[in-house]
Nanobody, 121 residues
Framework: QVQLVESGGGLVQPGGSLRLSCAAS????????MGWYRQGPGKQRELVAT???????NFADSVKGRFTISRDNAKNTVFLQMNSLKAEDTAVYYC???????????????WGQGTLVTVSS
């Protein structure tokens, strides 16, 4: 099994910054990709950003230039640095990990429990 622990959400004013983190633990053999999705009020869940095992990244157009994603491979942790936050960034942010894990090893896609980010004055 794989467990994800997210942290860093909260209330921030427009233009402010927050940093989310997500640590994966358990019987992990390898991690293919780690990323963040979000679901705003009345909206579908959408991809925010992903970082792949080789270091390449992918971002939603709406966050390009404002958000960065990074990964600590030694700690199986992914970070999402969110700058210049806008009201429309308000959402529950979910960590997502694509990995080979478990006993026996198999391909898993694991979701975190979600952390709320509220951008409001």
């Amino acid at each position: 099994q794989v467990q994800l622990v997210e942290s860093g959400g909260g209330l921030v004013q427009p233009g402010g910054s927050l940093r989310l983190s997500c640590a994966a633990s358990g019987s992990i053999f390898s991690i293919n990709a780690m990323g963040w999705y979000r679901q705003g009020p009345g909206k579908q869940r959408e991809l925010v950003a992903t970082v792949y095992s080789g270091g390449s990244t992918n971002f939603a157009d709406s966050v390009k230039g404002r958000f960065t994603i990074s990964r600590d491979n030694a700690k199986n942790t992914v970070f999402l640095q969110m700058n210049s936050l806008k009201a429309e960034d308000t959402a529950v942010y979910y960590c997502n990990v694509d990995c080979i894990a478990g006993t026996p090893y198999r391909h898993l896609v694991v979701w975190g429990q979600g952390t709320l980010v509220t951008v409001s004055s």
